[in-house]
């Protein structure tokens, strides 16, 4: 760490909002908002929610409103100016996911895939240009691992998918996002769009959709609910890559968690 931390980066789901929302997490919440506040931290929310979700979600929970917002698991940013409503769609990294799908339209990477058994399209609202989500059936999990990975293979440009588990409804998940992108490219646009360096941006995560940007150079938090088998994956690849020291495991889940590794960098 060289550079004091000015911004926080952090998942929605299971990071900083809880699977349930008792008073002992609402008082967590409440802490977490006066913190920001009283030390004046820029925020930004990583999510796999679309923006009106994101919103939806903030608002419930009652935490502070973010200046950037990541959503579609990383493949759209809007930025706030303004007002409580002033959004704006960063236009570069559009061009920059348009680009990463290398001229492929949505239906065609849809019609690749096909019928598969035991994935099913989720809902028009949770779609977007750049991100097809599905439900997966978890008994034909690695079937259709190989049976998706197999189809996209197929295309010029491979898409990726990014498999995980939605700890709400319990059930599977599948995202199919342009090649290469995910939350951390998301997170590397926001720093250089905004001039920060590596040690200025901590990122928070609980999932396996957080993996990259956890393991992206930034300081990372890792929250105590995150599975057990994300934890040691994240202790080995850190490990391996020399950035162990710039992650840290908290004690705590959710809201508590980020304030617990926020104090350890320094950050609070």
């Given amino acids: 760490?060289?550079?004091?931390?000015?911004?926080?980066?952090?998942?929605?789901?299971?990071?900083?909002?809880?699977?349930?929302?008792d008073e002992a997490r609402a008082e967590e919440i409440r802490t977490f908002r006066s913190a920001m506040s009283e030390r004046g931290l820029k925020l930004a929310y990583v999510t796999g929610r679309g923006r009106d979700l994101a919103l939806k979600g903030i608002q419930r929970?009652?935490?502070?409103?973010?200046?950037?917002?990541?959503?579609?698991?990383?493949?759209?940013?809007?930025?706030?100016r303004g007002g409580h409503d002033a959004w704006f769609v960063d236009e570069v990294y559009q061009e920059r996911m348009r680009e990463a799908?290398?001229?492929?339209?949505?239906?065609?990477?849809?019609?690749?895939i096909g019928a598969l058994e035991g994935l099913e399209l989720q809902e028009p609202g949770k779609q977007t240009d750049f991100?097809?989500?599905?439900y997966v059936a978890p008994d034909r999990l690695d079937a259709l691992r190989d049976g998706v990975g197999e189809r996209l293979a197929r295309f010029p440009v491979p898409p990726k998918a990014v498999w995980s588990h939605d700890p709400y409804s319990g059930r599977m998940l599948l995202d199919v996002l342009p090649r290469n992108v995910a939350k951390h490219v998301a997170l590397g646009h926001l720093r250089e769009r905004h001039g920060h360096a590596l040690d200025e941006i901590v990122y928070a995560g609980d999932s396996g959709n957080d993996f990259d940007a956890l393991l992206s150079g930034h300081p990372a938090i890792v929250v105590a609910n995150a599975p057990e088998a994300l934890k040691r994956q994240l202790r080995e690849e850190a490990l391996a890559a020399g950035t162990l020291d710039r992650m840290y495991f908290a004690e705590r889940p959710f809201a508590g968690g980020v304030m617990e590794g926020l104090r350890h960098f320094g950050a609070l």
């Fill in 1 to 21: 760490m060289t550079r004091e931390p000015i911004m926080l980066a952090s998942d929605l789901d299971g990071t900083l909002i809880p699977t349930d929302v």
């Fill in 101 to 112: 799908l290398g001229g492929v339209a949505r239906a065609d990477i849809v019609g690749g």
């Fill in 131 to 134: 991100k097809i989500s599905y």
């Fill in 61 to 80: 929970v009652g935490l502070p409103l973010p200046e950037v917002l990541v959503c579609d698991v990383g493949t759209s940013v809007w930025v706030r």
